[in-house]
């Protein structure tokens, strides 16, 4: 298995693995709207291919977080495996990548709506233990938060998802 970024001939093939795996356009169409926006940062949008065939896909996007002051976060969706190469460990490399990456770069927080069960490994944790407000009516565990090299503890407020992420 190849992990590397996306690039423009893969859109065709991570949108089809979106609609498969979710059942719908939704996730696909929220792809195409952080490719087009400031939100996009195509280092930290990565496909998992085998054999030349993308069975992966997650993407991290800039999001806000706003308390005393506006800063950016992370946020990480969609993350998502073929139907029928699910449960072999792609969206674990995945997201391992994916975190590395964003550490890397220094980025401070990475945000997700997800299962804590995939999550807390990972050394996700529920939002609210860091002071950072989910804007869903979710349950608290399912909102998390994994701070990065760059985090301090100015990184406190609300999360605030740009008008693409209304979509889902």
């Given at each position: 298995m190849n992990i590397r970024q996306e690039n423009i001939q893969d859109y065709h093939s991570i949108a089809k693995v979106n609609k498969l795996a979710f059942g719908g356009q939704k996730e696909a169409q929220l792809v195409e709207m952080i490719r087009t926006s400031n939100a996009y940062i195509n280092e930290l949008s990565l496909v998992a291919e085998i054999e030349e065939?993308?069975?992966?896909?997650?993407?991290?996007?800039?999001?806000?977080?706003?308390?005393?002051?506006?800063?950016p976060v992370l946020s990480l969706a969609p993350m998502?495996?073929?139907?029928?190469?699910?449960?072999?460990?792609i969206g674990k490399v995945l997201l391992k990548t994916g975190l590395e990456?964003?550490?890397?770069?220094?980025e401070a927080l990475v945000v997700v709506l997800g299962?804590?069960?995939l999550f807390n490994p990972f050394g996700f944790q529920p939002s609210i233990n860091y002071q950072i407000n989910s804007p869903f009516d979710v349950p608290e565990d399912v909102f998390m938060v994994k701070p990065l090299s760059g985090y301090d503890e100015q990184y406190k407020g609300k999360v605030v998802y740009p008008p693409a992420f209304h979509i889902v």
């Open positions: 065939n993308i069975v992966g896909y997650i993407m991290f996007s800039y999001i806000d977080l706003v308390g005393v002051r506006q800063l998502v495996v073929h139907p029928n190469m699910q449960k072999r460990g990456l964003a550490d890397k770069r220094g299962y804590p069960k």
